[in-house]
C-alpha cells in the first residue's frame, strides 16, 4: 500500500483554504546552537515550525502524533513563525513544543491551535468533524500533562508498580504493600504526588475525552518522563480490585471521610482527594471500547463528562461528535455551527435526542439551580444546562440517581412521547396529573442546612405520614414481623427501593433492616465516630443509598397519597405528573396564575404510595391532558 501523497507548504500560503477531508501536518524540529535573532532584531524560537497537507481519504497516511493537551490561557499567547506565517499560540502550548524539541529527533505533529486555522470559522467547524479521525488514525496520541515531572515522579512509579505488581496492597497496614522510597498511601507526599497527575488540567477538559478515547495507542508525558496507557489501565484495575475485596476494609469509615485517607482532600492540589482523582481516570477508562462496541449514547456521554471545562459551552456537544454514536443519525442532525448560541444548540440536541431515542431519559439531566448553577441563559426549563458549575462529588450522586431511577421503574411497553415545539417555541405534550404536593421537607444535609440528625429524620417521618408505630420517638428500634412491616415503606422510602444482595428480607435475618436500625443510629449520634468497625460496611452502604436517593432533593407528599423525593426547587401546590415516554414521574409549576396549559418544568421524582412500596405504573393512562413546557 503506498503512502499518500501529501503537500509541503514551503514558499507557499500554508493557511489557504483546505480541501475536502484535507488536514495540515506540523513539522517540529530543534534549532542548533544558541537562539539567534531575526534581521528585524525578534528573538528566534529554539524550534522551527513548518505545514504540510495530507488527505485523510487516502487508505494510508503519513506516521504522526497527535497531541492532546489544554490550551491553558487563551489571552496569554507568543507569536511563532509556521512556514513563514506569523501564529498567536498559548504560552502553555509554547512551552510544550519548547519540551517536546529539546530532546528528539524532527517529529511530525497534529495540533489543533496551529494545523486548524483559527482565524476561518468555516474551516474550524469542517475540521471538528474531522477531527474523530484525526486521532483515530494518528499512530500515537501523545497526552502532554505538565512541563517538570518532579512533582509527579513517586506517583507515576506507585502506578507502575501496581500494574506489574497486582499482589501488593495499597492499604500500608496490610501486607505486602506498595512502598516508593519509603512513601505509602499514608505519605501526604505520595499522596500529593498521585493527586497530583490526575489534578493537572488535561483531565477536566471536554476536549481531550475524545482525544483519548479515539486513540489507536496513547502516552502520557509528564516534562521528559512517559507512562502508557496500558500500564495506567493495568494500575487502575489493580486498585479497583483490592478496593472492592480487601485495602476497603481497614480504611472505611462512617464520618466527614468515608473512605478514610482515599477521602482527604489535598491542598496541593485544590482540595482534590486520591477517590475523586482516580474517578477523572475511571471516567475515560470506561470509554476504552471493544471492536464490537456498537456506540455511546450521546446523552449518557455528555452526563458523564458533564464537571469537564470548555471555554465554549457548545463545544460540550461538538467535542462529542468524533466518537462513535449508538445512533448515527444523531452526528448529521447535529449542526457544528460556530455561531449558534449554546440555549439553541443545547435544546435542538435535546430535541433531537428525544426524537430518535423515543423516550424522555434526557429530562432527568435537568437539575435545579441549587445544585447545579447555571450558565446558559434563555435555556427552556426542560432542556439541561449541561453546562451548568457542578462539582464531582455531587455530580457522581446526581448520575447515579438518575442510572437507579431508569433501572427502578417498570417501563416495558412505554409509549412514545408526544413532543413538538410550538410556534412561541415551547414544548407541546401531554401529561396525567397524579396529585398537587401538600407538604414537604429538605432532604440529605448538606454544609449550611438548617436541619439534620434526628431533627430532619423526625420531619422525614412526618412530612411522609408514614406510621412508624412511635407517636414521640418516630424510629423503634424493635424486631419482629410487625414492626418490620410498619417501617419497611420507610426504609424503601429513604433508600430509594433499592437493597443489596446480600441484604436478606427475612425480618429475622434482615441486614437491611439491622443497615437501617445502625444508620439510623449513625445519622442521629452526636458522635458518629463511635460507630464500630464491624458495622462500619453496612451503614456505608445504606448511606450511600439515602444519599444518592436524597442529596439535592426534597420530600414530598400529595394530596392523592403518594410520597417521595423529587427536585430541590419543588413547593406546596405543585404537581406530580406522569409523561408518555418517561422512565419516571415528573414535578411541574404552574408558569403563571390562570393559565392552566402553561408549566415550567422542574425535574423527575422517586414515588410510592405512602401505604405500600407500590410505585406509579408509567405505561397506562386514564386522562391526558395537553400542556405546554416553556
Not at 211 to 228: N, P, S, T, Y
Not at 310 to 318: A, F, T, V, W
Not at 432 to 447: E, H, K, L, T
Not at 588 to 604: E, I, T
Amino acid at each position: 500500500m503506498s503512502p499518500c501523497p501529501y503537500t509541503d507548504e514551503t514558499g507557499l500560503d500554508a493557511y489557504r483554504p483546505l480541501q475536502d477531508y484535507e488536514i495540515r501536518i506540523l513539522h517540529l524540529e530543534r534549532r542548533d546552537g544558541k537562539k539567534d535573532h531575526t534581521h528585524s532584531g525578534e528573538e528566534q524560537t529554539p524550534f522551527r515550525l513548518s505545514l504540510e497537507r495530507v488527505s485523510l481519504a487516502c487508505e494510508s497516511v503519513p506516521s504522526f502524533t497527535a497531541l492532546s493537551y489544554a490550551w491553558g490561557n487563551e489571552k496569554a499567547t507568543l507569536l511563532v513563525k509556521v512556514s513563514d506565517k506569523q501564529v498567536a499560540i498559548t504560552r502553555n502550548l509554547y512551552t510544550i513544543l519548547e519540551t517536546l524539541s529539546s530532546s528528539s529527533p524532527p517529529q511530525r505533529l497534529w495540533i489543533d491551535a496551529i494545523c486548524i486555522n483559527q482565524s476561518d470559522a468555516t474551516e474550524r467547524a469542517t475540521q471538528v468533524r474531522l477531527m474523530g479521525s484525526v486521532y483515530s488514525r494518528a499512530s500515537l496520541v501523545l497526552v502532554f500533562l505538565s512541563p517538570v515531572s518532579d512533582p509527579f515522579d513517586i506517583g507515576m512509579t506507585f502506578l507502575e508498580r501496581a500494574a506489574t505488581h497486582v499482589n501488593e496492597h495499597y492499604e500500608p497496614s496490610l501486607s505486602p504493600h506498595i512502598a516508593i522510597d519509603g512513601h505509602n498511601l499514608h505519605s501526604k507526599a505520595l499522596r500529593d504526588s498521585l493527586i497530583g497527575f490526575f489534578g493537572t488540567a488535561w483531565w477536566t477538559r471536554v476536549w481531550t475525552v475524545q482525544e483519548f478515547a479515539l486513540a489507536r495507542k496513547v502516552l502520557f508525558q509528564c516534562g521528559h518522563r512517559r507512562i502508557d496507557k496500558d500500564t495506567l489501565g493495568r494500575a487502575f484495575e489493580t486498585l479497583r480490585d483490592h478496593e472492592r475485596n480487601c485495602c476497603w476494609a481497614s480504611l472505611r469509615v462512617a464520618d466527614g471521610y468515608p473512605r478514610g485517607y482515599l477521602d482527604m482532600p489535598s491542598s496541593a492540589n485544590s482540595g482534590l482527594s486520591i477517590f475523586r482523582a482516580i474517578l477523572r481516570y475511571d471516567q475515560v477508562h470506561k470509554m476504552i471500547a471493544p471492536p464490537d462496541f456498537d456506540g455511546y449514547d450521546l446523552g449518557n456521554l455528555l452526563d458523564t463528562f458533564r464537571p469537564r471545562l470548555c471555554s465554549d459551552p457548545c463545544d460540550r456537544i461538538y467535542g462529542m461528535l468524533g466518537l462513535k454514536l449508538k445512533d448515527k443519525k444523531i452526528r448529521d442532525l447535529i449542526q457544528t455551527n460556530h455561531t449558534t448560541s449554546a440555549a439553541i444548540l443545547f435544546r435542538d440536541v435535546a430535541m433531537i435526542i428525544v426524537e430518535q431515542s423515543g423516550n424522555l431519559d434526557i429530562l432527568s439531566h435537568v437539575l435545579p439551580p441549587s445544585v447545579a448553577e447555571p450558565t446558559v441563559r434563555d435555556l427552556p426549563s426542560w432542556v439541561p444546562d449541561w453546562n451548568a458549575t457542578l462539582d464531582a462529588s455531587t455530580h457522581l450522586v446526581c448520575s447515579t440517581r438518575i442510572m437507579r431511577l431508569e433501572l427502578l421503574y417498570n417501563t416495558s411497553g412505554l409509549p412514545k412521547p408526544r413532543w413538538a415545539l410550538s410556534t412561541t417555541r415551547n414544548v407541546i405534550t401531554e401529561a396525567q396529573i397524579i396529585g398537587n404536593i401538600i407538604a414537604s421537607a429538605p432532604g440529605y444535609p448538606r454544609d449550611g442546612s438548617i436541619l439534620s440528625g434526628q431533627l430532619l429524620l423526625d420531619e422525614w417521618v412526618k412530612v411522609s405520614g408514614i406510621n412508624t408505630g412511635a407517636e414521640q420517638t418516630p424510629i423503634r428500634w424493635g424486631s419482629g414481623e410487625k414492626q418490620w412491616n410498619t417501617e419497611h415503606n420507610f426504609v424503601d422510602l429513604l433508600s430509594g427501593n433499592l437493597s443489596l444482595k446480600r441484604w436478606s428480607d427475612d425480618p429475622a435475618k434482615s441486614s437491611q433492616w439491622q443497615a437501617y436500625q445502625m444508620w439510623c443510629s449513625w445519622f442521629t449520634s452526636e458522635n458518629p465516630n463511635t460507630l464500630t468497625t464491624s458495622t462500619r460496611s453496612d451503614v456505608r452502604e445504606f448511606d450511600e443509598f439515602v444519599q444518592v436517593n436524597t442529596l439535592g432533593r426534597r420530600l414530598f407528599r400529595t394530596d392523592s397519597g403518594w410520597v417521595g423525593f423529587g427536585p430541590e426547587t419543588l413547593q406546596i401546590s405543585d404537581l406530580l405528573v406522569v409523561i408518555p415516554g418517561g422512565r419516571v414521574p415528573y414535578i411541574l409549576r404552574q408558569s403563571s396564575p390562570g393559565d392552566g396549559k402553561a408549566y415550567v418544568f422542574l425535574g423527575d421524582a422517586y414515588v410510592q404510595e405512602a401505604t405500600s412500596s407500590k410505585t406509579i405504573d408509567l405505561t397506562s393512562f386514564d386522562k391526558l391532558t395537553e400542556i405546554e413546557l416553556a
